[in-house]
C-alpha cells in the first residue's frame, strides 16, 4: 500500500516526499555503481510519485553509460553540498517509461522502520536484474 514518506540529503539543502509501498521491498544491486556507492533503493512509477519540496538548485546529476548500452538510462541526483543522492530517475521500456528509484537511506525512518523494510537483491554486474548474485551478505 502507497504512503507518504519524506526524505532529505544529510544537510537538509535537498528535501523530498515520495509515495512509497515499503512492504513491497526495496532493492540493492552489485553492478559497479550500486557497489561503489553502497545503494539501497526503492522503484516507483510515474512523476506524480516523487515530488522535490526544497533544493532543486542545491542538486547536479550524473549520468553513466553501461558498458554494451548505446547510452545512459539513468540520471544520479546528488546534493552539491553534501554529496547525499536522494533520488534520481530513468527511462525503460520494460520499468514502463519513466521511473525514479528512491534512496531508503535519505528517508525519514525509524531504525525498526528501516529494519522491517524486505530487500531484493539483483545481480546487476551479470545483466541479470531479476536474479539475485549467488553471494549477497556483502551487499
Not at 519540496?53 to 541526483?77: D, H, I, M, N, V
Not at 528501516?114 to 553471494?135: K, S
Request: glycine share 10%; with cysteine; proline share 3%.
Amino acid at each position: 500500500m502507497l504512503k507518504t514518506y519524506k526524505g532529505s540529503c544529510h544537510c537538509g539543502a535537498v528535501r523530498f516526499e515520495a509515495n512509497l509501498d515499503l512492504g513491497a521491498g526495496s532493492n540493492r544491486c552489485n553492478c559497479s555503481i550500486c557497489t561503489k556507492a553502497r545503494t539501497w533503493f526503492i522503484l516507483v512509477k510515474g512523476d506524480a510519485n516523487v515530488r522535490l519540496l526544497a533544493g532543486a538548485e542545491a542538486q547536479t546529476t550524473y549520468q553513466w553509460k553501461p558498458p554494451g548500452q548505446a547510452e545512459s538510462q539513468l540520471r544520479f541526483q546528488f546534493c552539491k553540498t553534501c554529496g547525499v543522492r536522494c533520488f534520481g530517475w530513468g527511462e525503460a521500456e520494460q520499468m514502463g517509461g519513466k521511473f525514479y528509484f528512491v534512496s531508503v537511506a535519505a528517508l525519514d525512518l525509524s531504525e525498526s522502520d528501516f529494519a522491517a523494510i524486505p530487500i531484493h537483491y539483483a545481480d546487476g554486474r551479470n545483466g541479470h536484474y531479476d536474479q539475485a548474485p549467488a553471494l549477497t551478505s556483502w551487499m
